[in-house]
Every structure is written in C-alpha cells, then in structure tokens.
Nanobody, 116 residues
Framework: QVQLVESGGGLVQPGGSLRLSCAASGSIVSMNVMAWYRQAPGKERELVAISVSGAFTRYADFVKGRFTISRDNVKNMVYLQMNTLKPEDTAVYYC??????????WGQGTQVTVSS
C-alpha cells in the first residue's frame, strides 16, 4: 500500500507559477503510471498530466505548453510545474498512481486558486 501526499498548492495571481509536489510513502519505480488530476467545484475530476513508466508523458490540451510533469524515482516524488496560470486552473489537484497490478492510489488533494 502506497500513500500519496500532495503539497505546494496555494493562492497565485493570473500569470503566476506554482510547483506541486507529490510524496509517495514507497517506491514509485514499480508504478506504471504517475499522474495529476484536478477537480473544480461542480465539475468532474479530469486528467491534467500523466507519466507512463517514466517513458513518456501526455498532457491535457488545456495545459499543454504551460504545465510539466516530472518524477524522481530516487526521492519517490512526482512534481507538476505550473506556469502561466489562469483563473480556470483553479481546482483541487490530486496525485494519482497505478501500480503493476492495476491498483490505483490517490492523494488527498491540494487546493490551487488563481485569482487577482
């Protein structure tokens, strides 16, 4: 059982940047997928960025060119660098992992608010 803990959220002005961190309680080397999702009030949870086996990454169209997912298999950390933030990026951001047995893990979420 792996626990995921997000941090780094907060209030930022439009155009600003934040880096979210996700700390895993165990090794992420065996995780086939590490990803970030978000959920805005009244909306469904949606995929933001995904790293598959550390081999390739994919991004939702609405964050392409602005967000970057990265993983550190030594520190068991996953990051989401968010640049040029917009008010519509306001949401709770969740770290997600899927292991080789297709077990899914979620963090508790971290709030990101983009507002002037």
């Amino acid at each position: 059982q792996v626990q995921l803990v997000e941090s780094g959220g907060g209030l930022v002005q439009p155009g600003g940047s934040l880096r979210l961190s996700c700390a895993a309680s165990g090794s992420i080397v065996s995780m086939n997928v590490m990803a970030w999702y978000r959920q805005a009030p009244g909306k469904e949870r949606e995929l933001v960025a995904i790293s598959v086996s550390g081999a390739f990454t994919r991004y939702a169209d609405f964050v392409k060119g602005r967000f970057t997912i990265s993983r550190d298999n030594v520190k068991n950390m996953v990051y989401l660098q968010m640049n040029t933030l917009k008010p519509e990026d306001t949401a709770v951001y969740y770290c997600n992992a899927v292991d080789g047995a297709a077990r899914v893990y979620w963090g508790q979420g971290t709030q990101v608010t983009v507002s002037s």
